[in-house]
């Protein structure tokens, strides 16, 4: 496996003033913090700063060019590594003394970078290959695609959204709120003009107003709880417990030896807490994802065995409209919507908008949507309570909009470090 990566950053957006900044733990100089400078090749190893809040010293701003450049740097094999981009200027990354990079937050408000427009995506390249992904799991921002390709010449591919695209996860939103009275639109922020900004995700929208949803999945969860008391549910874990059995009794979804409690509407927006919240125990932790999984795509009424298979995702009125949408609006229908959405059945198609190969030659991301297409005319409709009626007295259910590709097989996959430093960075304050 090569030590370096090639990395290609393309401006696909409709300004002069694009930047890109790439950061990580540098697997080869003991995890230590790393960052890549303006030039694109030079490496930058923080060291401890003098207090909170100190500024970088070397400027790690890369500058794209005009629309339609392309810039390409080089990485160092880098474990929870973030692809960063801003429009219209730099982003402020600070240190804290260990040494710890401070990050953008979209939930800050003092934030420097708050009224800034940017996005990131995901990677992790090591000795095994390279595994990155788009995500939407904290809020919608920059349309961002992904195209990997090998040593062999072939290509994988996540389209992500058109430039329009997060005008039209709003739209959405605004159609859900009007359909349901949930505060849906809620997530959207603009900018003093106006302008639509990027939107927050359900868990995001809560860090800023903890009464925000509340109690919206109750009567889903009651429905669930009263479902399982009287029939059993099986999880694969697709993993070497196999698949295993639960069933409620004394209000306990309990598995074996497991045992889980009514999840609230935080807890299943966030995956990470209540019953939810991982530990030491291998079995509840391979059970968490599908359970917090099922209980955001609203598939624990439409069958007793999961994961569930994708028509199934979405079904009922009470669901995660905001994965839902999102969805819908990414060309391929793919993309990190929440912390376990990567979460399928054997076989079943990606939803998580990720490639991966143990032989990368060149990953080239994209930020901008400009050469994306979108259907003439395409709208994502709201999710109505009588959606629901008619797909229930169906034959089947109604496939989601999504049309997502199928995952490679025999890929390696090395989610689990990116999902703990993504919650490390959820929980850290500034």
Known sequence: MASTL???LQNQTTSNTVYAYVTGLALQQNNALFLLQSDGVSHYFPTQPP????????????????????????????????????????L???????????????????????????????????SSGLYANISYVDFVGLPISLSLTNSSGATQNVTGLPQSGLNTICSGLISQTASDGHPWSSLIVRTSSGQNLRVLSPNNGIVMNPSMFAGYFEPYVAQTWAKYTGTPLTVDTQAGFGTVSGQVSN?????????????????????????FATGSDAERNVIIPRLASSFNRSTLLMTDAFPAPLEY?????????????????????????????D???????????????????LLTVAVGGANASWPTGKVVEPQKADDHQAVAGASGPSPVPAKPATKPAGKPRQKFLGRLISRLRSIRKK
Do not use: K, M
Request: aromatic letters at 10%; charged letters at 10%; one cysteine or more.
């Open 6 to 8: 090639n990395i290609a």
């Open 313 to 341: 995702y979405y079904q009922n009125p009470i669901t995660n409209h905001y994965s839902r949408i999102v969805h819908a609006a990414n060309l391929d229908g793919r993309g990190y919507a929440f912390p376990y959405d």
């Open 343 to 361: 979460v399928a059945p054997a076989g079943g198609p990606d939803q998580s908008g990720e490639v991966n190969d143990p032989n990368p030659r």
């Open 51 to 90: 207090s909170i809040g100190s500024p970088l010293t070397q400027n790690c701003a890369i500058a794209l060019g005009s629309p339609g450049s392309t810039r390409t740097v080089t990485i160092p094999q880098i474990a929870g590594g973030r692809i960063w981009f801003s429009i219209g200027s730099p």
């Open 92 to 126: 402020t990354f600070l240190l804290n003394p260990g040494p710890a990079l401070v990050e953008p937050s979209v939930t800050n408000p003092s934030d420097p970078n708050i009224n800034t427009s940017w996005g990131f995506c995901e990677l992790t390249f090591n």
């Open 251 to 275: 209000n306990l979804l309990t598995f074996g030896g497991e045992e889980f409690t009514r999840p609230t509407t935080a807890d299943i927006f966030s995956c990470s807490t209540g019953p």
